[in-house]
Protein backbone atom coordinates (compact mmCIF):
# COMPACT_ATOMS: atom_id res chain seq x y z
CA UNK A 1 0.00 0.00 0.00
CA UNK A 2 3.16 2.29 0.69
CA UNK A 3 4.80 1.48 -2.71
CA UNK A 4 1.78 2.48 -4.33
CA UNK A 5 1.42 6.04 -2.87
CA UNK A 6 5.41 6.40 -3.55
CA UNK A 7 4.30 5.07 -7.51
CA UNK A 8 1.43 7.38 -8.01
CA UNK A 9 3.61 10.20 -6.55
CA UNK A 10 6.56 9.64 -8.74
CA UNK A 11 4.27 9.32 -11.72
CA UNK A 12 2.51 13.02 -10.85
CA UNK A 13 5.95 14.27 -10.61
CA UNK A 14 7.38 12.62 -14.23
CA UNK A 15 4.20 14.23 -15.76
CA UNK A 16 4.57 17.69 -14.48
CA UNK A 17 8.36 17.55 -15.75
CA UNK A 18 7.56 15.90 -18.83
CA UNK A 19 4.99 19.07 -19.24
CA UNK A 20 7.32 21.55 -18.50
CA UNK A 21 9.67 20.29 -20.98
CA UNK A 22 7.55 19.71 -24.07
CA UNK A 23 8.45 19.63 -27.53
CA UNK A 24 6.36 21.68 -30.22
CA UNK A 25 3.90 19.33 -31.95
CA UNK A 26 5.23 18.60 -35.25
CA UNK A 27 4.37 19.53 -38.81
CA UNK A 28 2.56 16.88 -41.61
CA UNK A 29 -0.28 14.74 -41.96
CA UNK A 30 -1.98 12.23 -39.90
CA UNK A 31 -1.27 8.52 -41.32
CA UNK A 32 -1.00 6.53 -38.39
CA UNK A 33 -3.05 6.59 -35.40
CA UNK A 34 -3.14 5.51 -31.92
CA UNK A 35 -6.11 5.67 -29.59
CA UNK A 36 -5.82 5.58 -26.08
CA UNK A 37 -8.90 4.76 -24.39
CA UNK A 38 -10.63 4.18 -20.47
CA UNK A 39 -11.98 0.77 -20.89
CA UNK A 40 -14.47 1.53 -17.66
CA UNK A 41 -16.03 3.39 -20.04
CA UNK A 42 -15.55 1.48 -23.48
CA UNK A 43 -14.82 -2.44 -23.29
CA UNK A 44 -14.45 -2.15 -27.32
CA UNK A 45 -14.01 1.15 -28.99
CA UNK A 46 -17.35 1.68 -30.77
CA UNK A 47 -16.48 4.19 -32.82
CA UNK A 48 -13.61 3.21 -34.93
CA UNK A 49 -15.23 3.42 -37.99
CA UNK A 50 -16.00 7.19 -37.85
CA UNK A 51 -12.31 8.09 -36.50
CA UNK A 52 -11.02 5.99 -39.10
CA UNK A 53 -13.23 8.09 -42.27
CA UNK A 54 -11.56 11.59 -40.48
CA UNK A 55 -8.45 10.95 -40.79
CA UNK A 56 -8.95 8.78 -43.77
CA UNK A 57 -7.19 5.48 -42.40
CA UNK A 58 -8.06 1.64 -42.61
CA UNK A 59 -9.58 0.71 -39.14
CA UNK A 60 -6.94 -1.46 -38.85
CA UNK A 61 -4.28 0.57 -38.96
CA UNK A 62 -5.16 2.08 -35.95
CA UNK A 63 -3.51 0.78 -32.82
CA UNK A 64 -6.00 0.94 -29.49
CA UNK A 65 -4.84 0.44 -26.16
CA UNK A 66 -7.15 0.61 -23.13
CA UNK A 67 -6.61 1.00 -19.42
CA UNK A 68 -9.07 -0.45 -16.69
CA UNK A 69 -8.46 -0.05 -12.42
CA UNK A 70 -9.48 -3.53 -12.16
CA UNK A 71 -6.40 -5.91 -12.98
CA UNK A 72 -9.09 -8.81 -12.71
CA UNK A 73 -10.84 -7.29 -15.57
CA UNK A 74 -7.43 -6.37 -17.49
CA UNK A 75 -6.47 -10.53 -17.31
CA UNK A 76 -9.13 -11.08 -20.02
CA UNK A 77 -7.71 -8.98 -22.42
CA UNK A 78 -3.98 -8.83 -22.03
CA UNK A 79 -2.59 -8.03 -25.39
CA UNK A 80 -4.29 -4.79 -25.45
CA UNK A 81 -4.82 -3.51 -21.94
CA UNK A 82 -2.77 -2.11 -18.62
CA UNK A 83 -3.90 -1.46 -15.54
CA UNK A 84 -2.77 0.56 -11.93
CA UNK A 85 -1.08 -2.57 -10.97
CA UNK A 86 1.84 -2.30 -14.24
CA UNK A 87 2.75 1.50 -12.76
CA UNK A 88 6.79 1.42 -11.79
CA UNK A 89 8.50 3.74 -10.54
CA UNK A 90 9.45 7.03 -11.54
CA UNK A 91 6.54 7.15 -13.86
CA UNK A 92 7.36 3.47 -15.43
CA UNK A 93 4.47 1.26 -17.25
CA UNK A 94 5.66 -2.45 -16.82
CA UNK A 95 3.41 -3.89 -19.70
CA UNK A 96 4.34 -4.93 -22.70
CA UNK A 97 1.63 -3.46 -24.78
CA UNK A 98 1.59 -0.38 -23.41
CA UNK A 99 5.50 0.13 -23.83
CA UNK A 100 5.38 -0.75 -27.39
CA UNK A 101 2.01 1.95 -27.71
CA UNK A 102 4.16 4.37 -26.17
CA UNK A 103 7.65 3.81 -27.81
CA UNK A 104 5.80 3.80 -31.33
CA UNK A 105 5.96 7.16 -33.11
CA UNK A 106 2.74 7.81 -34.67
CA UNK A 107 1.91 10.16 -35.65
CA UNK A 108 -1.41 10.88 -34.38
CA UNK A 109 -2.51 9.79 -30.58
CA UNK A 110 -6.11 10.61 -29.61
CA UNK A 111 -6.70 10.58 -25.86
CA UNK A 112 -10.48 8.85 -25.66
CA UNK A 113 -11.02 9.37 -22.20
CA UNK A 114 -13.00 12.44 -20.13
CA UNK A 115 -12.01 11.83 -16.37
CA UNK A 116 -8.44 12.83 -15.59
CA UNK A 117 -6.98 9.26 -14.29
CA UNK A 118 -3.06 9.28 -13.40
CA UNK A 119 -2.19 6.24 -15.84
CA UNK A 120 -3.75 7.07 -18.87
CA UNK A 121 -2.22 11.15 -18.70
CA UNK A 122 1.35 9.23 -18.04
CA UNK A 123 0.90 7.26 -21.07
CA UNK A 124 -0.46 9.89 -23.29
CA UNK A 125 2.63 12.04 -22.13
CA UNK A 126 5.12 9.34 -22.42
CA UNK A 127 3.79 8.59 -25.64
CA UNK A 128 6.06 9.53 -28.97
CA UNK A 129 3.42 10.34 -30.75
CA UNK A 130 3.65 13.50 -33.27
CA UNK A 131 0.34 15.34 -32.30
CA UNK A 132 -2.25 14.51 -29.63
CA UNK A 133 -5.71 14.74 -29.83
CA UNK A 134 -8.19 14.97 -26.45
CA UNK A 135 -11.46 15.99 -24.82
CA UNK A 136 -10.76 19.34 -22.86
CA UNK A 137 -11.09 19.63 -19.38
CA UNK A 138 -8.79 16.17 -18.85
CA UNK A 139 -5.68 17.60 -18.88
CA UNK A 140 -5.35 20.32 -21.61
CA UNK A 141 -1.76 20.43 -21.27
CA UNK A 142 -0.71 16.89 -22.87
CA UNK A 143 -2.78 17.80 -25.99
CA UNK A 144 -2.23 19.42 -29.10
CA UNK A 145 -5.96 20.02 -29.91
CA UNK A 146 -8.30 19.35 -27.07
CA UNK A 147 -12.26 19.32 -28.22
CA UNK A 148 -15.23 20.25 -25.76
CA UNK A 149 -17.60 17.42 -26.27
CA UNK A 150 -19.18 14.71 -24.57
CA UNK A 151 -17.64 11.31 -24.91
CA UNK A 152 -20.92 10.01 -26.49
CA UNK A 153 -21.65 12.32 -28.87
CA UNK A 154 -19.42 10.88 -31.76
CA UNK A 155 -21.15 12.98 -34.54
CA UNK A 156 -20.09 16.39 -32.68
CA UNK A 157 -16.15 15.31 -31.64
CA UNK A 158 -15.84 13.95 -35.61
CA UNK A 159 -17.32 16.90 -36.97
CA UNK A 160 -15.13 19.34 -34.54
CA UNK A 161 -12.22 16.74 -35.19
CA UNK A 162 -12.14 17.26 -39.01
CA UNK A 163 -13.07 20.96 -38.82
CA UNK A 164 -9.65 21.58 -36.72
CA UNK A 165 -7.96 18.92 -38.43
CA UNK A 166 -8.40 20.27 -41.62
CA UNK A 167 -7.36 23.96 -40.66
CA UNK A 168 -4.04 22.70 -39.01
CA UNK A 169 -3.20 20.60 -42.64
CA UNK A 170 -3.29 17.53 -40.54
CA UNK A 171 -6.08 15.83 -42.97
Known amino acids: MFFKGIKRKSAQKYIASSLKTRATPANGKIFS ?3 LVDASKYNEFPFLNEISAVFGIKPESISILYYH ?3 NIAKKFPETMFTDANLGFKGSIKNKSATEFINTPYDGLLSFWKEDKLLL ?13 GFSGTNDAIND ?3 TTELD ?4 FT ?3 KKYLSILNKI
Open 145 to 147: LSI
Open 33 to 35: LAI
Open 159 to 161: FEL
Open 69 to 71: QDK
Open 153 to 156: DIKT
Open 121 to 133: SLVAVQSKAKFKI
